[in-house]
């Protein structure tokens, strides 16, 4: 028997880790949105949070291209998913593309950390989201080119991820049973080991 949303979403809840924030161990990314649409308010929120990531030089590179259901930005992007993505994504109700400015507005010279920055503003989108309890589920899997020209997007602009945002949809919703599948799949990460190191391929020793 295939889960319902809110049990998965229990499911999908990372363990209680002392002193870590919820939020951060609860935000997960679905493929299955509920028929219901993100507020404007709601959505104001989500981009003011994002307002105040951090950025080298205080620059905020970052562009959020943001179409709501039915509009022409949200066709536009949905136009330069790949065919798996657009099998899902058609049920978010809102559709963000992330692009960055890859030059500094006071000197004109490259920011190699324009594409980081964006993905740090990005991630706090998508954490303030969650706080508003909503879903967010971030895609590289769009073509670029034919995303860039939909939006008539400037070439000194790298692109980042389109994100699909909403609240959370049944996921025997979902098209098919690879995607259900996925979607009823506990969450899993690498341990502390593996990613935090005091030399290459080193672990930190990080306890007391």
């Known amino acids: 028997m295939t889960l319902s949303a809110s049990e998965v979403n229990q499911l999908k809840q990372a363990p209680a880790t002392e002193d870590v924030v919820p939020l951060f161990l609860h935000r997960w990314s679905p493929r299955s949105f509920a028929d219901r649409?993100?507020?404007p308010a709601d959505l104001r929120k989500i981009f003011e949070a994002a307002r105040w990531s951090a950025s080298s030089y205080n620059e905020q590179p970052w562009r959020f291209l943001t179409g709501t259901r039915g509009s022409e930005t949200y066709d536009k992007i949905f136009s330069s998913l790949g065919d798996f993505n657009k099998a899902w994504a058609k049920t978010a109700p809102v559709l963000i593309l992330g692009a960055a400015s890859t030059k500094?507005?006071?000197n004109g010279a490259p920011n190699g950390v324009a594409l980081y920055d964006l993905g740090a503003a990005?991630?706090?989108?998508c954490l303030q989201a969650s706080a508003l309890g909503?879903?967010?589920?971030?895609?590289a899997g769009f073509d670029k080119d034919v995303a860039r020209k939909a939006l008539a997007?400037?070439?000194d602009y790298i692109l980042g991820a389109v994100i699909a945002l909403?609240?959370?949809g049944e996921p025997?919703?979902?098209a098919n049973e690879q995607m259900i599948n996925m979607e009823l799949a506990p969450r899993v990460r690498k341990p502390v080991s593996e990613i935090v190191f005091s030399a290459w391929g080193e672990?930190?020793?990080l306890e007391a």
Do not use: D, N, R
């Open 166 to 168: 909403g609240h959370l």
């Open 134 to 139: 909503l879903f967010t589920h971030q895609m």
């Open 104 to 106: 500094f507005s006071h």
């Open 203 to 205: 672990p930190a020793k």
């Open 172 to 174: 025997s919703a979902l």
């Open 37 to 39: 649409e993100v507020s």
């Open 153 to 155: 997007i400037p070439e």
């Open 122 to 125: 990005a991630q706090v989108l």
